[in-house]
């Protein structure tokens, strides 16, 4: 029956306090659910409510639990502390401390930080840090330090020190050593200074010394817009791409995937590629154009085509004394690729000019 008054009493004197003037009025109604004990002290011109076990209580439709609570009712301050737990409308926070400012409505988060944003889909997007704050009108959310999130829906995962995040616009910014992984048959690594994602992390921007991993294949660029629902990627920025069998720079690079794996491959613009024959061999041969495209199965290169102005090196794999290089410019090439990644056929079209000799395993055929 004590307990019973005394909650009762902390309640009022609450409810009370609240009520002092027009602009309290403004702020959101405290109501306490539940507390197993509550002291209430009155310290120079401050009221100090304090709650201890399984406390619970609400302002306005925010919920709040934790173990302990300190509720400064001049100052509109609540700090809780303990297996804090905050439930704002989809958003749902965890907390080993929880600073509540009700003037600004802001929200600072201290130590073993998990912020939990379920989708209207039953999908959940989660962020986990040692330190966070979460700004309630704005519905903006800081991350610090030891960030990870991962994202249901797009199957998206994340790693940083630093993330700024807007739960309306769907808009972060990740930075301070980013990286970012989508799963799929491969999963695909994006590491830069600066990731941006957009809503519902379907499009991704990185900047700088961005290095982007699938399988065996880089490809490194100063930017990369990566549209995640219509899988292509872009990359500027003296874009690069390697591989096993292959090296290749141009202006742009755009790279294309079907459900989540790896299609086809665009570069445009002073392309130069450096290829080996075969897998394990030097990439001594070279192509110079400036369209190339190359098509993929199972991961692996299969046919690359070349368009326009195209200079072809070819070096053979044969001993260094019987060596052949054979030079020939056309307007289109087409190499293709065996599953062992050799080459297995050439072909030439449009003003061939040059001289090709092969070895009996490479057909050679020009137009």
Do not use: W
Not at 29 to 53: K, Q
Not at 319 to 332: G, P, V
Request: hydrophobic share 35%; aromatic share 14%; charged share 30%.
């Amino acid at each position: 029956m004590t307990k019973i008054l005394l909650i009762l009493f902390g309640s009022m004197l609450i409810l009370h306090s609240i009520s002092l003037n027009a602009a309290e009025r403004d702020l959101r109604p405290y109501r306490l659910i539940n507390a197993d004990r509550l002291y209430v002290d009155r310290i120079e011109d401050e009221y100090l409510t304090r709650l201890v076990g399984n406390v619970h209580f609400f302002y306005g439709d925010t919920e709040f639990f934790s173990d302990q609570a300190e509720l400064y009712e001049v100052s509109k301050i609540a700090r809780m502390f303990g297996n804090v737990k905050v439930i704002d409308d989809s958003l749902t926070i965890y907390s080993d401390i929880v600073d509540y400012y009700r003037l600004k409505e802001e929200l600072i988060l201290t130590g073993n930080v998990l912020i939990l944003e379920e989708h209207e889909d039953g999908t959940e997007r989660t962020f986990q840090s040692d330190k966070g704050e979460y700004l309630r009108n704005e519905r903006q959310i800081y991350a610090y330090d030891n960030i990870l999130f991962y994202d249901q829906r797009e199957s998206i995962y994340g790693y940083c020190h630093y993330l700024d995040y807007n739960i309306e616009s769907g808009y972060g910014l990740i930075t301070n050593n980013p990286e970012i992984k989508v799963e799929g048959d491969e999963s695909l690594t994006i590491t830069a200074e600066k990731i941006e994602f957009y809503k519902d992390f379907n499009r991704l921007a990185a900047t700088f010394n961005v290095n982007t991993i699938y399988d065996d294949y880089l490809v490194t660029s100063d930017f990369l817009l990566f549209f995640i629902d219509d899988e292509y990627a872009v990359f500027l920025g003296e874009p690069r791409f390697t591989s096993d069998i292959a090296e290749a720079v141009a202006e742009e690079f755009y790279l294309y995937f079907e459900d989540r794996k790896i299609k086809s491959a665009t570069l445009e613009n002073n392309c130069l590629t450096f290829f080996a024959t075969k897998e394990g061999a030097e990439k001594k041969s070279s192509v110079k154009c400036n369209l190339m495209e190359l098509q993929f199965s199972e991961g692996k290169i299969t046919e690359m085509q070349a368009f326009y102005n195209v200079i072809s090196n070819y070096v053979s794999e044969s001993s260094d004394r019987d060596q052949i290089i054979n030079y020939a410019e056309s307007e289109e090439l087409v190499v293709t690729f065996n599953d062992e990644n050799e080459i297995e056929s050439v072909k030439f079209l449009g003003k061939v000019s040059g001289r090709y000799k092969f070895s009996d395993k490479v057909i050679d055929r020009t137009e």
